[in-house]
């Protein structure tokens, strides 16, 4: 059974850092792309950041580039985001997803982001 | 970036009708559009992939169509577990984006 559990959200202030984790069980975790999906509360959907199989490749929203960073470790079936610089706009709850040709195919449950003073 | 609209952004309904979600891009992203559905604190849970196809254990009263910039999610008799949100999402070029959703409750 496919499982993804994130892992790492929290409440930080604005300007400061935080690593969201998710652990990937049930499949072959460096055989997919995997993504970064974010809602802020009582809002839609927002993709974030996906990143090839063996980390070559990765892909941003424009809203958080050169504050995220997205990466895996495949060895550990993890995948890593990053935040520095953080607004009061990133504000959500992070999921993270199997990629399938860009589908988000299996999602985590989420882990909740507050960024407030 | 690809923009994404969905009409209606509400739709009441009741167990049993058919229900007609349409889904815009601002410009052609052929048939690489996916639907999602998602209930309240909950992940999203993919339904429809390629505009038409039927994801795996996916009930078959929900079916996609269109291409190019207007697509439909139908479900054909509404469920009580169909009551929840629905999102579509362009994966023809980054970034990925999604529509703002239509709620489906009950009439």
């Known amino acids: 059974e496919v499982q993804l559990v994130e892992s790492g959200g929290g409440l930080v202030q604005p300007g400061g850092s935080l690593r969201l984790s998710c652990a990937a069980s049930g499949f072959t975790f460096s055989s997919y792309w995997m993504s970064w999906v974010r809602q802020a509360p009582g809002k839609g959907l927002e993709w974030v950041a996906n990143?090839?199989?063996?980390?070559?490749?990765?892909y941003y929203v424009d809203s958080v580039k050169g504050r995220f960073t997205i990466s895996r470790d495949n060895a550990k079936n993890s995948l890593y985001l990053q935040m520095n610089s953080l607004r009061a706009e990133d504000t959500a709850v992070y999921y993270c997803?199997?990629?399938?040709?860009?589908?988000?195919?299996?999602w985590g449950q989420g882990t909740l982001v507050t960024v407030s003073s | 970036d690809i923009q994404m609209t969905q009409s209606p952004s509400t739709l009441s309904a009741s167990v049993g009708d058919r229900v007609t979600i349409t889904c815009r891009a601002s410009?052609?992203?052929?048939?690489?559009l996916a639907w999602y559905q998602q209930k309240p604190g909950k992940a999203p849970k993919l339904l429809i992939y390629?505009?038409?196809s039927l994801e795996s254990g996916v009930p078959s009263r929900f079916s996609g169509s269109g291409s190019g910039t207007e697509f439909t999610l139908t479900i054909s008799s509404l469920q009580p577990d169909d009551f929840a949100t629905y999102y579509c999402q362009q994966y023809n070029s980054y970034p990925l984006t999604f529509g703002p959703g239509t709620k489906v409750d009950i009439k």
């Open positions: 390629k505009a038409s």
């Open positions: 990143i090839k199989q063996d980390g070559s490749e990765k």
């Open positions: 410009q052609s992203i052929s048939s690489w």
């Open positions: 997803a199997r990629d399938r040709e860009q589908q988000l195919h299996y």
